[in-house]
């Protein structure tokens, strides 16, 4: 990362709120079995996916980084 800033991911009722995402970074939001809900290419450095009530995988790609971190949805 290019600042301190660490990504954070904040649920929210029926969404999920992704804060200090890199510039040109790829987002992918996979559920538990393994299907990609969302894949997208990012440009800010903060996103909110509306999803369903559940559990899933965000992943975080760019140049610099791989992460990838679980979010629950209420």
């Keep these: 990362l290019e600042n301190n800033d660490e990504i954070t991911i904040v649920p929210k009722e029926n969404s999920i709120n992704i804060k200090n995402i ?6 992918k939001i ?3 079995s393994g ?3 969302y894949t997208q290419n990012v440009q800010t450095n903060e996103q909110t996916y509306h999803l369903q009530k559940g559990i899933y995988i965000v992943q975080i ?3 610099n980084i791989n992460k990838t971190i679980k979010a629950i949805v209420k």
Excluded: A, E, V
């Design 22 to 27: 890199p510039n040109n970074s790829l987002i």
């Design 30 to 32: 996979f559920n538990l």
């Design 35 to 37: 299907q990609i809900i």
């Design 61 to 63: 790609i760019n140049n």
